[in-house]
């Protein structure tokens, strides 16, 4: 049976093929030595572990790579989401990032290494640590000398304004394919090699020369070609007429974007290939002296282009939209191409490779970016599962398009069938990915798909849903408005929305309230409202139990927070909060943010009643029993899951009012708090919970009685099952 990358939920993690052989392969990761020194890893593959988890923890991957030290070092890597030795052997290695070893008996080794380069750059003027800082605001309170040693020479910066890494890395390729710091190997070799420290200065007069010869190599080159036409260039160009044509064209027309002759337009040669244009090379000298030994196209001919035109001219009437398509018009000329062969690039052969691994017939497909443990991940195995009990778990495809975290794997359900497109290629952009997600529905045509966040599947909906739904019906879910730290939407409400809409049969929120705010917003008549959807969240299943549990520690002073680290949750809040009840404990539950992290823990060294307690895999595995409230702080949400199952846990809520939250919280059950950010209104609520056991009582009930009407699993998989919605079968005419 050949391999296949479509995973499934009952063996889990096989599939990651790309970054696994990597992993193996790399002098990087030693598995004995991860596993002996992880022993709370239990029987979790080390390398499994490592790549999904540890490396995002910061755990070493062994001896010769710190993971911690490289995402503290790049912190461009902890914002993108990539695994620190993934991103250092596919990116990190080529641009000259540092590996930072581990091991103990290295750091001797390492340590004389590097007070020789600390004393040769200490000593040479060609370091000017005063300009580095003031060149590089980004590194005050940092030493110039070992930001240079360890990261600012790999990455090219100038030592000073008389030495030039960059400059010296590309005169020297040697010194580049070394991986050496450049300028330690010019005080250390260079100088006695007779090197020069500013390479470009003295290849000046060198490439003066060069540049006589290189442009006499043109000018033979356009004299011999019919793709030039110097008779037809004048009379096309009327304007240049006294002027050499051979000269204009390789000086100055390849930057107006003229055509050479009729059979070669240089404004569509650049267009075809980016790269020749990022070269800034004259398109015709290009495919004269590379392409055509290349296999590079030279464009449409006279008559191609010709046919093209009475095509485009027949068929515009068939679609308004053609003739607002001004490059099919003149002057902006038919920027067409024929394809001759099979195509070629990322996207193609990504295509290729995840075609061979499509299952059979799919009845439902689900769009996700991701799996991480968050409550629009909870929603969206929610709706895997309701369909995989409708269908049957063959018929159901989960598809992850944005990134290949999967933290939450094990939340779906077994036997799960998921495509990750990161196992096809973990370079495609957001604009391949979208590709790849209309080939999936043209392919698979199932009867409906789901949108639960995915950026790639939204953006597939809005520049395409008009040709999409004539294969499927198309369906997505918004959860809240994301706002930036000033008060701006940044969410797909704000961003898709109005794009989409039109396309998708139904958009199912999870709070009345949002879908009031998104019909007045937008100005939505009846018709269009009828497409947004109330679908509410239900309970996880392992906490009906909890609901009608006796708590073992009702006199316990003890607040439960669990949530991501992040501007939204409003962690700025919680601390405030602890601050204000010193007698009184909080778990927090989660992680998140650098910045915030680390103010938490700074926090907890000195204030005895915070505890941080780290990740958790669901909310039901927390020790629910011990707590006597749940306290929740955040500045925006939708309807957040974890105070559903706070809910159905049968803890006292005290949460900010934000988003859809009163709809479930309210003052019969539980403690809403309408001033957000007053931690002064929150702590007197958390004072009343303790001193107040009968009130807690009444509302713990009203609050088990709500749940139970309004976030059963039959009511939830209910709706999506009636006429019209996700899971109905689609009529065969």
Not at 711 to 727: C, K, M, N, P, V
């Amino acid at each position: 049976m050949k391999f296949s990358k479509l995973r499934r939920r009952l063996i889990a993690f096989v599939g990651k093929k790309n970054n696994v052989s990597l992993l193996q392969q790399s002098p990087f990761f030693d598995q004995d030595w991860y596993t002996s020194r992880n022993t709370d890893i239990g029987e979790v593959d080390a390398l499994v572990h490592y790549l999904y988890h540890g490396g995002f923890e910061g755990r070493a991957a062994g001896p010769l790579f710190d993971s911690r030290r490289y995402l503290d070092a790049y912190p461009d890597v902890l914002r993108a989401d990539v695994n620190p030795l993934v991103h250092y052997l596919r990116s990190g290695q080529k641009e000259g990032r540092t590996p930072f070893h581990v091991e103990p008996h290295l750091a001797p080794a390492l340590a004389e290494v590097q007070n020789r380069d600390l004393d040769l750059l200490s000593a040479s003027k060609l370091f000017d640590p005063v300009w580095y800082v003031q060149t590089h605001p980004e590194l005050r309170g940092l030493d110039p000398y070992r930001h240079f040693l360890a990261i600012g020479g790999a990455q090219g910066l100038m030592a000073s304004p008389n030495f030039d890494c960059e400059a010296y890395s590309t005169a020297y390729p040697d010194v580049r394919a070394a991986k050496m710091n450049p300028l330690i190997h010019y005080l250390r070799y260079g100088i006695h090699e007779g090197r020069s420290s500013s390479p470009s200065a003295t290849a000046e007069t060198h490439l003066a020369s060069a540049s006589v010869e290189a442009q006499n190599q043109d000018l033979d080159l356009l004299i011999a070609s019919e793709l030039f036409d110097p008779v037809w260039y004048v009379r096309t160009y009327p304007e240049l007429q006294g002027l050499d044509p051979y000269h204009h064209c390789l000086s100055i027309g390849d930057m107006e974007g003229v055509m050479a002759s009729p059979n070669f337009d240089c404004e569509a040669y650049s267009a075809a290939y980016p790269d020749v244009r990022a070269a800034k090379m004259n398109p015709l000298i290009h495919y004269l002296r590379y392409g055509m030994r290349e296999g590079r196209s030279p464009g449409l001919s006279a008559a191609e282009r010709s046919t093209v035109k009475q095509t485009v001219d027949d068929v515009k009437g068939l679609d308004p939209e053609i003739e607002a398509t001004h490059q099919l018009f003149p002057p902006h000329h038919i920027k067409c191409s024929i394809n001759r062969s099979m195509p070629i690039g990322r996207v193609p052969a990504a295509w290729r490779e995840l075609f061979r691994d499509l299952p059979g017939q799919i009845d439902h497909m689900v769009f996700a970016p991701w799996l991480v443990r968050g409550g629009a991940d909870l929603a969206c195995v929610n709706i895997v599962r309701a369909a995989q009990e409708a269908r049957g778990v063959h018929k159901v495809l989960l598809v992850i398009t944005d990134h290949d975290r999967l933290e939450a794997f094990g939340w779906l359900p077994a036997g799960t069938q998921v495509l990750v497109l990161s196992d096809y290629d973990s370079t495609l952009n957001n604009d391949e990915r979208k590709q790849i997600v209309e080939s999936l529905i043209f392919a698979l045509r199932p009867d409906s798909i789901m949108n639960v966040n995915s950026l790639a599947c939204w953006t597939a909906i809005a520049d395409k849903g008009r040709a999409l739904k004539t294969m499927t019906r198309l369906y997505a879910t918004l959860f809240c408005r994301d706002l930036t730290p000033d008060g701006r939407g940044a969410g797909y409400s704000d961003t898709h929305f109005r794009a989409g809409l039109h396309h998708l049969e139904k958009i199912y929120f999870d709070t009345r309230s949002f879908i009031l705010e998104m019909a007045e917003r937008y100005g939505l008549d009846e018709n269009l409202q009828e497409k947004l959807q109330f679908l509410p969240q239900p309970i996880l299943d392992q906490l009906h139990a909890a609901t009608a549990a006796e708590k073992k520690n009702k006199t316990s002073r003890r607040v439960l927070w669990a949530g991501r680290f992040c501007h939204q949750k409003n962690t700025e809040l919680l601390e405030r909060i602890v601050k204000r009840m010193p007698d009184v404990y909080f778990d927090v539950w989660g992680a998140g943010e650098a910045a915030r992290q680390e103010s938490l823990e700074r926090l907890a060294e000195v204030a005895p009643n915070l505890r941080l307690c780290g990740s958790f895999t669901s909310f039901a595995d927390l020790p629910l029993s011990t707590y006597s409230a749940y306290l929740f702080t955040s500045r925006f949400e939708g309807m957040p899951t974890v105070l559903i199952n706070a809910a159905a846990a049968g803890l006292p809520i005290i949460a900010s009012s934000v988003g859809g939250v009163p709809e479930l919280v309210t003052h019969k059950t539980g403690w809403l708090v309408e001033a957000l950010d007053d931690e002064t209104a929150y702590c007197e609520a958390l004072s009343e919970v303790f001193d107040s056991p009968l009130e807690v009582d009444q509302r713990l009930a009203a609050m088990r009685e709500k749940v139970r009407i309004e976030r059963s699993w039959e009511s939830f998989t209910g709706l999506l099952r009636s006429e019209s919605d996700f899971l109905q079968h689609r009529s065969v005419a």
